[in-house]
């Protein structure tokens, strides 16, 4: 299984961005999909979350300007983020929670991060 994360870069405060992950390869089923950050000197974090029904849950300093969204259809799971702060630089992963097969066992697939740059 192959998670490819695209849509980091560079944008001034106030701004948006969005970013997607995609999921390939030899998976049955996709539970939770989520967004973890990491910044320089920081442990990463938790951002955003979405269960397979569309159940939602972010951090705290996210809330209001973040939203998570998934294609169910298309392994694909999304991250808007408007109104963007220079705390938010970070490195961005997103997660997969995923079995390969119907009786297998559930376990996490990461993908590669995407940079988010915030200027002042």
């Known amino acids: 299984v192959q998670l490819q994360a695209s849509g980091g870069g560079s944008v001034q405060a106030g701004g948006s961005l969005r970013l997607s992950c995609t999921a390939s390869g030899d998976i049955f089923r996709i539970n939770d999909m989520g967004w973890y950050r990491q910044a320089p000197g920081k442990q990463r974090e938790l951002v955003a979350v979405i269960g397979r029904g569309g159940l939602t849950d972010y951090t705290d300093s996210v809330k209001g300007r973040f939203t998570v969204s998934r294609d169910n259809a298309k392994n694909t799971v999304f991250l808007q983020m408007n109104s963007l702060k220079p705390e938010d630089t970070a490195v961005y992963y997103c997660?997969?929670?995923?079995?390969?097969?119907?009786?297998?066992?559930?376990?996490?697939?990461w993908g590669q991060g995407t940079q988010v740059t915030v200027s002042s």
């Open positions: 997660k997969i929670q995923g079995r390969r097969t119907m009786l297998g066992n559930s376990r996490d697939y």
